[in-house]
């Protein structure tokens, strides 16, 4: 059976039993219920896997602190018992991701806005702040239940964010286009708050949605934890969104297949115009 496992929230049994066809976040676990999973479920095809800030800028032939600075628009979110991933997204208070990782299983929000929050490490500290829930613009409020191309949100936090720059809106994504994939929030890595990097490629088209988006599969490493999170094209500029992975065995390292891969929402369409729109609300205005 092929097993497809979006990355913030389902039941153990679901996850243990891979009766859930859909792709479904798993981020949503407590600790307790995460050690009673046999493996970690990171999806990874060989080994050019995700690395440090400092590792990736050594490859990279970059400066760590600059890598560091550059990417401090992406940041852990925590609504309710779930966590993924976000990014500062044209303005220092709205934030991208995917849908699932603010409505569970049965449509409604995980968390009200005292309990919704996205953190980010700007020069070194963690800065956390509160996300405006009545704010959220999502492809679909119900991502379980619908096709994962609709699987994306907007939304405004209650203030703004210094000291990040947030990412710009890049190009219509393309198969074959060259990316980086910027991981927060992986239950496999530093706790979720420690960020990892990797370079890759937009794959295959899968499908596309209604309201403009399409859904891609890509081939960095990716895994449980790290839904919403970015894929940049060159220059910091986001093209996309981590959703979720499928394959037939998510916790081996596998070459990259149609039974084995990870998958992205472009910021097209609906999605685009959605953040243009909570930006240029008069409370996302940038303060700076």
């Given at each position: 059976?092929?097993?497809?496992?979006?990355?913030?929230?389902?039941?153990?049994?679901?996850?243990?039993?891979?009766?859930?066809?859909?792709?479904?976040?798993?981020?949503?676990?407590?600790?307790?219920?995460?050690?009673?999973?046999?493996?970690?479920?990171?999806?990874?095809?060989?080994?050019?896997?995700?690395?440090?800030?400092?590792?990736?800028?050594?490859?990279?032939h970059l400066d760590p602190t600059t890598v560091a600075r550059n990417h401090a628009a992406s940041g852990v979110i925590h609504?309710?018992?779930?966590?993924?991933?976000?990014?500062?997204?044209?303005?220092?208070?709205?934030?991208?991701?995917?849908?699932?990782?603010?409505?569970?299983?049965?449509?409604?929000?995980?968390?009200?806005?005292?309990?919704?929050?996205?953190?980010?490490?700007?020069?070194?500290?963690?800065?956390?702040?509160?996300?405006?829930?009545?704010?959220?613009?999502?492809?679909?409020?119900?991502?379980?239940?619908?096709?994962?191309?609709?699987?994306?949100?907007?939304?405004?936090?209650?203030?703004?964010?210094?000291?990040?720059?947030?990412?710009?809106?890049?190009?219509?994504?393309?198969?074959?286009?060259?990316?980086?994939?910027?991981?927060?929030?992986?239950?496999?890595?530093?706790?979720?708050?420690?960020?990892?990097?990797?370079?890759?490629?937009?794959?295959?088209?899968?499908?596309?949605?209604?309201?403009?988006?399409?859904?891609?599969?890509?081939?960095?490493?990716?895994?449980?934890?790290?839904?919403?999170?970015?894929?940049?094209?060159?220059?910091?500029?986001?093209?996309?969104?981590?959703?979720?992975?499928?394959?037939?065995?998510?916790?081996?390292?596998?070459?990259?297949?149609?039974?084995?891969?990870?998958?992205?929402?472009?910021?097209?369409?609906?999605?685009?115009?959605?953040?243009?729109?909570?930006?240029?609300?008069?409370?996302?205005?940038?303060?700076?």
């Amino acid at each position: 059976m092929l097993h497809i496992i979006r990355a913030a929230a389902v039941s153990v049994f679901s996850l243990l039993a891979c009766v859930e066809l859909k792709a479904a976040p798993i981020d949503a676990l407590s600790a307790a219920e995460l050690n009673l999973l046999p493996t970690a479920r990171v999806v990874v095809f060989g080994p050019e896997a995700r690395l440090s800030i400092q590792d990736f800028a050594t490859r990279n032939h970059l400066d760590p602190t600059t890598v560091a600075r550059n990417h401090a628009a992406s940041g852990v979110i925590h609504c309710g018992n779930a966590r993924g991933a976000g990014q500062l997204t044209l303005t220092d208070s709205v934030i991208t991701t995917a849908a699932h990782v603010f409505f569970d299983e049965q449509g409604g929000l995980r968390g009200d806005s005292g309990h919704c929050v996205f953190t980010a490490i700007i020069g070194g500290q963690e800065v956390t702040t509160s996300i405006d829930v009545k704010s959220i613009v999502a492809g679909d409020k119900q991502p379980y239940a619908h096709p994962a191309v609709h699987d994306w949100a907007v939304a405004r936090l209650m203030r703004p964010v210094q000291g990040a720059a947030p990412y710009t809106l890049g190009p219509r994504a393309e198969a074959g286009s060259a990316i980086e994939f910027v991981a927060r929030g992986h239950s496999d890595w530093g706790g979720g708050k420690s960020m990892s990097l990797e370079d890759c490629r937009l794959r295959d088209q899968l499908s596309a949605g209604g309201e403009g988006t399409r859904e891609f599969s890509f081939d960095c490493d990716a895994g449980v934890g790290a839904s919403g999170g970015a894929l940049l094209e060159s220059g910091g500029k986001l093209v996309g969104v981590f959703v979720g992975y499928r394959s037939i065995a998510p916790d081996k390292a596998m070459p990259f297949s149609a039974q084995h891969y990870n998958f992205a929402v472009s910021v097209d369409g609906a999605f685009r115009k959605a953040v243009e729109a909570v930006a240029a609300t008069p409370a996302a205005v940038s303060a700076r």
